[in-house]
């Protein structure tokens, strides 16, 4: 969209430049023009320097807007679009998602499926563009994408849903803004259902489910302990006979004394357990993959 002063906004630069929006996005966060503000953008002096600005929208408060003319700055003409990406590429787009949670998303969507050479192409994935390459060291199987799969909307939502990288709806017809990746809209009530169906309580528990999910363990939510009393762990793992419990940053003093009575209880019956703190979210494949492998389970 172009407003009556002549500035862009970033979905209307992205056209402009011909590249995939998502790839503005990460190569103006790159630059360090723009930084994360909770669940919105905010412009850093580098990017006021280049000219960034903000317009206020009635319906989705304020966004970052560009001065029409800087589809000509070195930087930005330089962009290459005709790169293709891999699932370690994309988490340049999607930084709290690990290359292998990507690579099990792109699977549930049916785009490519694992198989004892690595990750093949299906037909569907072929239709997207996706192409089927081998690594030269190891022989092993992967797939390359052309860059506009990071704005195909069905690819976007799953991965930015799993991500919590939320963005506000489209604008309806004959709405005075556009909808763009860079707005500040008011928060949006969080989203806490599972890929699965799940209907969990917190966004961390969220990312564990959606991570066991794809990695194609079978789980239950809510499931009671092996013990008189109903005290339910958040998550088991029937493979395995695993519970898995989700430690939010404030535990309200109610639920505490609790947790801390689950704990005695996995203790004393000597139950296989684990505990997902809210500083692991950032590295959630690393501790659920090296925590259940001590149990003898390999994701």
Not at 115 to 123: D, N, P, Q, R, V
Request: some cysteine; charged content about 25%.
């Amino acid at each position: 969209m172009q407003g009556d002063d002549g500035r862009l906004s970033t979905t209307a630069l992205a056209r402009k430049l011909d590249i995939p929006v998502q790839q503005l996005f990460a190569t103006l966060k790159d630059y360090g023009w723009i930084r994360r503000a909770g669940e919105s953008w905010a412009l850093t002096p580098k990017g006021e320097f280049e000219g960034g600005t903000y317009r206020k929208s009635q319906r989705y408060g304020s966004y970052i807007v560009w001065p029409e003319h800087l589809d000509q700055h070195p930087l930005l003409s330089a962009i290459e679009s005709n790169q293709r990406v891999n699932a370690a590429g994309m988490v340049r787009y999607y930084p709290r998602l690990h290359a292998r949670q990507i690579n099990r998303a792109l699977a549930e969507l049916g785009l490519q499926h694992h198989s004892i050479l690595g990750w093949e192409l299906t037909e569907l994935g072929r239709s997207l563009g996706g192409q089927q390459e081998e690594s030269r060291s190891s022989g092993a199987f992967y797939v390359t994408w052309p860059h506009e799969i990071v704005d195909h909307p069905v690819v976007h939502r799953e991965l930015g849903r799993q991500s919590d990288q939320v963005e506000p709806p489209a604008p309806a017809p004959g709405d005075a803004t556009e909808d763009d990746l860079f707005a500040q809209a008011q928060a949006a009530p969080v989203d806490c259902r599972g890929i699965d169906g799940h209907e969990l309580a917190t966004p961390l528990q969220t990312r564990v489910c959606n991570w066991l999910y794809l990695a194609q363990l079978a789980h239950a939510y809510r499931r009671a302990l092996p013990v008189e009393d109903l005290v339910y762990a958040d998550f088991y793992l029937p493979a395995g006979t695993i519970y898995i419990d989700c430690w939010e940053r404030d535990v309200p003093a109610h639920e505490l004394s609790g947790k801390l009575h689950k704990r005695e209880i996995y203790r004393d019956m000597n139950l296989r357990h684990l505990e997902i703190n809210a500083g692991d979210e950032e590295r959630l494949d690393e501790v659920l993959g090296r925590g259940l492998l001590a149990f003898g389970i390999r994701c």
